[in-house]
């Protein structure tokens, strides 16, 4: 059997080694993932902390240990206000033989352990002070999206970044998933023409709720955050985060504005959040990006389509279509021919030929693999960096960018009115 | 001596028809090109619109569904094609029939074959000229262009190459259907053969070529070719190959050809005008 990781590995190298100026400038965290020299003191252990260990951070740490080839780092901590979690999360590293130290304040972690890095996946609300504490004691940072609950707060994590020359990187997992780089390639190097508008949707049909354990009501909020306002802009930074962030890579370049609308209009259960949401955001050429999102209707799934004069990429399903086919095989052959001065015969019509059949043209796979593990490459990647001691600034910002016009777009919809990004926040 | 090589040669390609279109051409202008090019587009999204069977927006998609002798009214170019299709049955002896729809349909479902006699088009269609109408006469009647809708786009493209004053152009529908224009680039006619069939080659210049088969993938599979007048699958391993100046006459002799029996085939050449037609296995 063919090491998945390895043609992973192989897959990312050849990307970078292939990749135009242009392309390669877009993503230049491809040429550190595809760069096994990085090897700066290999035999120092990398030590890691994990802050918010729920859903996510388990997750998280499981990808952590499916890093292939073994990189040499320690799991020292683990952090999380929420001791149930905290336990469920030793256990679970058992298998692992591994049985960090459990800490329920961030603050004494720093305090008392000597830390290089921490991979930070609290609620959105908690991001931005334990990001803030960790990078100001000289720690790489990992941090899930979105960034922050507010405009300040992602602009001081990014200062705070800058000032203390500490790794920043936000959890966008698409931005190391396979499809997208090869799919980002392409739009760079301008295969789909001039783009014209991005569409974006999420869709669910669930109630977006996670049961209390025991019933414990009084951890409704605790457990719930993602539903109230004063933790999470809902769909908008648990969703539109990642879409909004594929959007800015693939055109390289910020909205202008945004204007949107937003209701609940199903889940009618107390909840703050709108489970119903409709945003345009518009770019300086003209471009827009068109986005919605709603939990009470799952047909359309999810989905990124760029769409541009030559042809659309739909990056969810791994599939690229071209405006105009490819020629016929027999029709190449000719175009071939006659580009080489030769005058032959051409077999054109055959038995590859069946009367009738429907073919719709369902386009071409971007990359011929199902098993993108996006999340273990961005953590490989991540721990490739701190062990460089930087990572390429433009993945900060991409986080960064992605994040504001995240809550720019919670503003347009709470406000109604159409918002540019203020000047203050413009990097 | 001019270079070979430094021929500007034109491209596009169309999804059209559950299959696709290719055209090349040279010697023109770029933009006369893509004037055409979109031209193509419209013609081909107007004969969908009007002719396919499974497009839900289409004119016979809609008259598909109307019931016996209910009166239904047809625009002009629909009425064009349905006396096109009538005469077409006439001289191709009944072997050549697009009332034959619903045979068609219950065989690609698998339902035995003897049960699917055609009564054929002047039993099952009236077409009324006074009011430029049809009515089905017969139950469960469905109407198929597919034995023809390539020949229509590509005589209504053969028209807008000339409009153009395209003179060198080269044309696959599907690589069934062929329509060539002048010449190739580097030679005094475009060379055309079968993958299959590698000893068969044409010399086109104004031509039209249509290939029909009945060999089936797998070889049993479902082909779409029945012999109307006995309900069965044409299983027979056979190719034939119809060049003619009219593309919708190459389209439909060479599908008559694989439906009917051989006996008939001489009777039913001899109504057509071609140039070319011949029988590969
Ligand atoms: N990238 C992705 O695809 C993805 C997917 C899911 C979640 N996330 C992100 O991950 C983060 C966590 O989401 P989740 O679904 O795991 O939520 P969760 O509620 O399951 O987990 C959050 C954990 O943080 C703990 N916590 C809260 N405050 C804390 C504090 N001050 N110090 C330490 N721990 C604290 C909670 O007790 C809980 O265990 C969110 O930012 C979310 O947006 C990202």
């Known amino acids: ?427 | 001596m001019n270079d070979k090589t430094k021929v500007e040669l034109f491209h596009h390609a169309f999804h059209a028809m559950n299959s696709q279109l290719d055209i090349v051409a040279w010697n023109c202008l770029k933009s006369d090109f893509d004037l055409v090019c979109q031209d193509i587009d419209l013609v081909l999204k107007h004969i969908e619109h009007t002719i396919s069977r499974f497009n839900l927006d289409s004119e016979l998609f809609f008259v598909n569904q109307k019931s016996t002798c209910e009166i239904i009214p047809l625009s002009a170019d629909l009425w064009k094609y349905l006396k096109q299709a009538k005469e077409y049955q006439r001289i191709t002896l009944g072997y050549f029939d697009i009332s034959c729809g619903n045979q068609i349909e219950e065989i690609k479902k698998g339902k035995e074959s003897n049960k699917n006699i055609c009564f054929g088009f002047n039993e099952t269609v009236q077409l009324n000229n006074a009011d430029r109408s049809l009515q089905f006469l017969k139950k469960n009647t469905t109407l198929d262009f597919g034995g023809m809708g390539k020949g229509i786009a590509l005589a209504k493209i053969n028209d807008l190459l000339q409009e153009y004053e395209l003179k060198n152009v080269f044309i696959s529908f599907g690589n069934s259907s062929i329509l060539t224009k002048g010449t190739h680039p580097h030679g005094s006619y475009w060379p055309f053969s079968l993958a299959d069939f590698p000893k068969f080659k044409l010399k086109l210049n104004d031509d039209s070529v249509s290939i029909s088969q009945s060999i089936t993938k797998n070889k049993q599979g479902k082909t779409h070719i029945i012999n109307p007048k006995t309900g069965e699958v044409c299983f027979r391993n056979k190719t034939v190959a119809v060049r003619s100046k009219n593309p919708v006459d190459a389209e439909v002799l060479s599908t008559a050809l694989i439906a009917a029996p051989k006996d008939k085939h001489a009777a039913i050449k001899k109504q057509f005008n071609f140039i070319e037609c011949k029988i590969l296995s």
Not at chain 1, 18 to 25: I, K, M, P, Q, R
Not at chain 1, 49 to 54: C, F, N, R, S, Y
Not at chain 1, 352 to 376: Q, R
């Open chain 1, 1 to 427: 059997m063919i090491d998945k990781n390895q043609n992973r590995r192989d897959f990312i190298k050849n990307l970078a080694l292939t990749g135009s100026v242009a392309a390669l400038a877009a993503s230049p965290w491809l040429s550190v993932l595809a760069d096994n020299s990085i090897t700066k003191g290999p035999n120092e252990q990398i030590q890691i902390a994990v802050i918010g260990t729920g859903d996510r951070g388990k997750q998280l740490i499981r990808h952590l240990f499916e890093i292939p080839g073994k990189p040499n780092f320690k799991l020292l901590a683990i952090c999380d206000n929420f001791q149930l979690h905290l336990d469920n999360t030793l256990e679970l590293l058992k298998e692992h033989n591994c049985s960090p130290k459990t800490y329920t304040n961030h603050l004494q972690l720093l305090e008392n352990e000597k830390l290089d890095a921490v991979i930070i996946a609290t609620p959105l609300h908690q991001h931005a002070q334990i990001a803030i504490n960790c990078m100001q004691s000289g720690i790489h940072v990992f941090c899930e999206k979105a960034m922050a609950r507010n405009l300040e707060d992602i602009k001081r994590m990014y200062d705070t970044h800058i000032q203390q020359n500490r790794i920043l990187q936000i959890g966008h997992q698409r931005l190391f998933n396979p499809v997208y780089l090869e799919g980002m390639q392409r739009i760079h190097n301008g295969d789909l023409g001039t783009i014209g508008q991005i569409r974006a949707y999420w869709h669910r049909n669930n109630n977006w709720r996670r049961s209390l354990p025991n019933n414990d009501k009084s951890l409704e909020r605790k457990i719930n955050w993602r539903l109230y306002k004063e933790y999470s802009a809902g769909l908008l930074t648990e969703l539109l985060s990642h879409q909004i962030q594929v959007a800015i890579w693939a055109l390289q370049k910020t909205p202008i504005s945004v204007m949107g609308t937003g209701s609940i209009r199903f889940w009618k259960d107390g909840r703050e959040v709108n489970d119903n949401i409709a945003l345009i955001y518009s770019f300086e050429d003209g471009t827009q990006f068109v986005y919605d999102s709603m939990t009470s209707n799952k047909k359309y799934g999810l989905e990124e389509q760029i769409m541009g004069h030559k042809g659309t990429i739909e990056f969810e399903v791994n599939r690229q279509y071209s405006e105009t086919p490819p020629a016929a095989p027999g029709i190449q052959q000719l175009i071939n021919n006659v580009e080489h001065g030769l005058f032959d015969n051409l077999p054109i019509g055959g038995s590859s030929w069946v009367p009738e059949t429907a073919s719709k043209y369902k386009g071409e796979p971007i990359v011929k693999t199902n098993d993108l593990g996006d999340t273990t490459l961005e953590l490989e990647a991540f721990l490739k960096f701190v062990r460089a001691g930087s990572a390429p600034e433009k993945i900060t910002k991409e986080g960064y960018n992605a994040s504001i016009w995240t809550i720019l777009g919670e503003q347009a919809i709470n406000t109604g009115e159409q918002l540019h990004m203020p000047s203050e926040f413009i990097l």
